[in-house]
């Protein structure tokens, strides 16, 4: 164990991280990244699988957004959005309207995907009582939802191995059906099918309770920490003309979604979704600094102007909030998309993960293979006919994760979900290359179960 570990495992306690398997295993220490790659101190390479949770999408050490910093840093690293402005943060604001949906102008800041999501939330509830509305107090979600772990985040969010211990800390929400056909138990043949009954549960209960609702949250196309569900075709749509038709404000989460993981600059696209609110984080740093941003209507906005006695003023905000360091970061990533046409040359790309995806359906132990862009789950069932999962005790999918470093990969699972997502600048022939890790790792596993083996993993990073 190198001083590092040891002092890791003395002091840090880590997130999504059960602690007691933690210090009793190995664990790799980062040394530094280059491109897609991570290094740990012994100097062994392992492919970012998973974009450092998702966050990084130019790769590690890119040059423009390194000097991007560095020159910010020689003018001022910090100055506060109370009662100042700063340039960064000013120019990023101008160029994050400019990308996304039609009708989203103004630009709240915050530090991550958790308090953009607590931010929208809290402007939601805000906007009905300057409405004149204040009996709208209701929040609808979708079953398996996860918005991050502030308190207003967790209510909104609907997975009980991560929420239920905090439920009496929570405000009632209403939960919709879990829109994953593929984890539905309604007995419907088809996703239009399926896309029907959703569409027809949320039109019934809007209709009888829309004068209560505030806002409807969701992650469009793909809910990713539920383990990358898959949306049906038309449902984004769907939930965007059913929450006008009542109104009912629109919240989407793009935090894992936006910034080109869906093939895209935001999932919203795709069904040319206008939402009221949008919440970004992750990525929009390039996976640099901590940045989360919550993007609003003008009408949304316009209510909270007034005279001071009035007391329409959003009361909430963050020490850090439009930090100079990461909107130069963000500024600086924003010309890479621009510069090296990112989305434009995701088809390949997309098409590498597609390819395997389908390779690893055919497998014995795969109940699910899914895809959305350059995001995929790999499910695993110990009965994949009947959908039958391994014992959870197992740690099937966390040990494969393990397993796969010794190939040179990272990634995660979320329980029996392999995740994958890597950064955008990976080329067609390094996804090929992580993925055939992948591969190795998985069929090295799933010969020991078929043999009799008894497998069962001690990870300790598994959710």
């Known amino acids: 164990m190198n001083k590092w570990e040891e002092l890791d495992k003395k002091y840090i ?49 890119r040059r423009e957004i390194d000097d991007a910093i560095k020159a910010q840093i020689d003018k001022i690293s910090h100055s506060t959005l109370l009662g100042l402005i700063n340039q960064p943060s000013a120019e990023f604001a101008e160029k994050l309207v400019e990308i996304t949906p039609e009708g989203l102008n103004k630009v709240f800041y915050s530090d991550d995907g ?45 997975i009980d191995v991560f929420h239920k211990v905090y439920k009496p800390l929570l405000f009632a929400t209403k939960k919709m059906t879990c829109p994953s056909f593929y984890h539905s138990k309604l007995g419907f043949k088809t996703e239009e099918e399926f896309l029907k009954y959703l569409l027809d549960e949320l039109e019934a209960y809007l209709k009888e309770n829309a004068n209560h609702v505030a806002a409807m949250i969701i992650e469009p196309l793909v809910q990713a920490a539920a383990g990358m569900l898959m949306q049906p075709k038309g449902y984004i749509k769907g939930v965007r003309e059913l929450t006008k038709k009542y109104g009912v404000l629109l919240i989407v989460d793009e935090v894992a979604t936006g910034f080109g993981r869906t ?35 003008d009408e949304i906005y316009n209510a909270f102007l007034g005279e001071p006695e009035e007391y329409k003023t959003f009361y909430h905000g963050h020490s850090y909030t439009g930090n100079p360091l990461a909107c130069a970061a963000g500024l600086a990533g924003l010309e890479i998309f621009a510069k090296d046409k990112v989305i434009a040359g995701l088809p390949p790309k997309m098409a590498v993960i597609e390819k395997y995806m389908e390779k690893f359906g055919k497998m ?46 990272i990634v995660r699972n979320i329980g029996d979900v392999i995740i994958f997502m890597p950064p955008l600048a990976s080329t067609a022939e390094q996804i090929e290359e992580m993925l055939g890790m992948l591969e190795k790792s998985m069929a090295e596993v799933f010969e020991k179960i078929a043999g009799g083996s008894k497998v069962d993993f001690s990870d300790p990073c598994a959710f």
Request: charged share 20%.
């Open 13 to 61: 306690w880590h997130p999504f991280t059960q602690m007691k398997g933690w210090v009793e295993n190995p664990q790799l220490v980062i040394e530094r990244g280059d491109g897609v790659k991570l290094y740990d101190t012994e100097g062994r390479g392992y492919y970012d699988g998973i974009s450092s949770l998702w966050v990084n999408i130019h790769g590690h050490r």
């Open 114 to 158: 958790s308090t953009a999501v607590e931010a929208a939330v809290k402007i939601a509830f805000q906007y009905w009582q300057f409405k004149g509305r204040p009996e709208k107090q209701l929040f609808i979600n979708l079953g398996d939802s996860y918005h991050g772990d502030t308190v207003g985040a967790v209510s909104v969010g609907n």
């Open 263 to 297: 093939g895209k600059m935001f999932a919203c696209e795709h069904e040319g979704v206008l939402p009221d609110l949008m919440c970004m984080s992750k990525g929009i740093t390039g996976g640099y600094l901590p940045l989360g941003a919550t993007m609003v209507t």
């Open 364 to 409: 014995q132990y795969v109940g699910n293979a899914r895809q959305c862009g350059m995001l995929a789950g790999i499910e695993l069932m110990r009965d994949k006919e009947n959908k039958v999962p391994f014992d959870p005790a197992l740690l099937i999918a966390g040990g494969i994760c393990q397993n796969a470093r010794k190939y040179g990969l």
